[in-house]
C-alpha cells in the first residue's frame, strides 16, 4: 500500500513573522512568491486531514465558434480543411461535443503556439476556453487518457498546415471574432457540480480581494477558498471562522496524489444516488493523497472573510499548490484541515471543497493581468 505524501514547508507563522499582522498578499502566483521546501512524510492526523447562450440548466460557456462539422479523428481529404474543421466541430451525442470542443480549442491553441496568431490576452483567453472544454470533456465521462490522445491529434493537425495558408488565417479570424470583447469582461461565474467558482478581475490597491473564491460550510465553520490579493498579486488562500471562535494553528490541503492515482476516485455506489455526488464520496482513500501544510497564518482581513462573519483566520499555501490544484479532475473534491491544539473540542475540522473549473477561472484571471 503506497503512502500518502504530505507537503510541508516548515513550521506555521504568521505574515511577516507575525501571527498578529495580516498576511502579505504580494506574492503567490504573481509576484515575488514564497518558494517553499517540500518534504515527504506520513500523516499524524486523527482519522478524518465567454459568454453564449445556453440551454436551461447548461453551464454558461467562453465563446468559441461551434457549428456543424465532424467528429476529431474523422477522415479529412487535407491538413488545410482539418483545421477548419477542427473549429467547426459540434458532435450530435453530449459526450462528442465536449471531447469536440476540447479538441478545437486544443487545435487552435497549438497553432498559435507555432504560428504566432493571436495576442497575449487573446492568447490567455483561449487557453481560458481550453480549460473549460477539458472539464466538460471530464465530466462527460472523457478519461486523461482520452484527453492526451487529443492533445497529441490537435497538434499534430496544427502542425501539418503553412501558417500563412488560407486556411489558418480564415480559422484564425473567426477565433478573434468569437473573443471579441471578452478582455472587457471584469466578472465571470464557473459553475460546478454542487458549487461554483466566482472569478473577479478587479484590482484593489488598498484593500485584498478575491480573484476566484469558492465559498462551503463544514461542522463548526464557514470558509472561503481560493485566489486573493491585492493589486495584481494573487495567493492560494483559505479563510475560515469557527463558531465557537477556535483558533487553528495550522491547516493543510489534502489533495489527491497524481502520481500515485492517475484518475480520480469517485464512488460508485453514491453515483447513482439522486442528486450530486457530495463533495466526501469525491476525495481519494488516504493512501492517494498528498498534503500540502499552509505556509504562514493570521487573522483575516475583514474584506476575506466568510459572509457575514466579524472574524476568522486566513491560512496561506504556496504558489505550487494552486498549479496541483488545477491539474485535478473537476469533478472530484479537496479537503481543507484544520487543526487546533490539545484540549480543544475538536482536534481537526474539515471542510470540503469541489475542484471544478478552477483552472479556467485561474486562466480568466491571467488573461486580464497580460
Not at 507537503?7 to 504568521?14: E, F, K, T
Not at 497529441?152 to 503553412?162: E, F, K, N, P, S
Request: proline share 8%.
Amino acid at each position: 500500500m503506497p503512502r500518502s505524501r504530505f507537503g510541508h514547508s516548515g513550521p506555521v507563522r504568521g505574515g511577516a513573522g507575525d501571527p498578529g499582522k495580516p498576511l502579505p498578499l504580494d506574492g503567490g502566483e504573481v509576484g515575488a512568491g514564497v518558494r517553499p521546501q517540500w518534504a515527504t512524510k506520513r500523516s499524524r492526523s486523527t482519522s478524518s486531514v465567454f459568454f453564449t447562450p445556453t440551454p436551461a440548466g447548461s453551464p454558461p460557456t467562453l465563446p468559441f465558434p461551434h457549428r456543424g462539422g465532424r467528429v476529431p479523428g474523422a477522415r479529412l481529404p487535407n491538413a488545410g480543411l482539418a483545421l477548419v474543421a477542427a473549429i467547426t466541430l459540434a458532435p450530435a451525442l453530449a459526450h462528442a461535443d465536449a471531447l469536440g470542443a476540447y479538441y478545437e480549442r486544443s487545435v487552435m491553441t497549438a497553432a498559435n503556439q507555432r504560428c504566432g496568431l493571436f495576442t497575449p490576452d487573446l492568447a490567455s483567453a483561449l487557453a481560458a476556453a481550453q480549460a473549460q472544454a477539458r472539464g466538460a470533456a471530464l465530466r462527460s465521462g472523457a478519461s486523461m487518457g482520452a484527453l492526451a490522445q487529443l492533445d497529441d491529434r490537435a497538434r499534430a493537425r496544427a502542425g501539418a498546415v503553412a501558417c500563412g495558408s488560407p486556411d489558418i488565417v480564415k480559422a484564425a479570424n473567426r477565433v478573434r471574432g468569437a473573443f471579441d470583447g471578452f478582455s472587457r469582461l471584469q466578472r465571470m461565474n464557473f459553475p460546478g457540480d454542487t458549487s461554483d467558482w466566482s472569478a473577479n478581475r478587479g484590482v484593489s490597491r488598498l484593500a485584498p480581494v478575491w480573484k476566484l473564491s469558492q465559498a462551503a460550510r463544514f461542522g463548526g465553520g464557514d470558509l472561503v477558498f481560493g485566489l486573493a490579493g491585492r493589486g495584481d498579486a494573487r495567493v492560494l488562500l483559505a479563510v475560515a471562522s469557527f463558531a465557537d471562535d477556535a483558533q487553528p494553528y495550522a491547516a493543510r490541503l489534502i489533495m489527491r496524489d497524481t502520481d500515485l492515482a492517475p484518475e480520480p476516485y469517485l464512488n460508485a455506489i453514491q453515483a447513482h444516488a439522486r442528486g450530486p455526488l457530495p463533495l466526501e464520496a469525491r476525495t481519494p482513500p488516504r493512501s492517494a493523497t498528498r498534503g500540502v501544510l499552509a505556509e504562514a497564518r493570521a487573522p483575516a482581513e475583514t474584506a476575506l472573510l466568510p459572509p457575514g462573519e466579524r472574524s476568522g483566520w486566513a491560512f496561506r499555501f504556496p504558489a505550487s499548490a494552486a498549479a496541483a490544484l488545477a491539474n485535478l479532475d473537476p469533478r472530484e473534491a479537496v479537503m481543507i484541515e484544520f487543526l487546533f491544539a490539545d484540549g480543544a473540542r475538536d482536534g481537526l475540522r474539515t471542510a470540503y471543497v469541489e475542484v471544478g473549473d478552477f483552472a479556467a477561472g485561474r486562466a480568466f484571471l491571467t488573461a486580464a493581468q497580460r
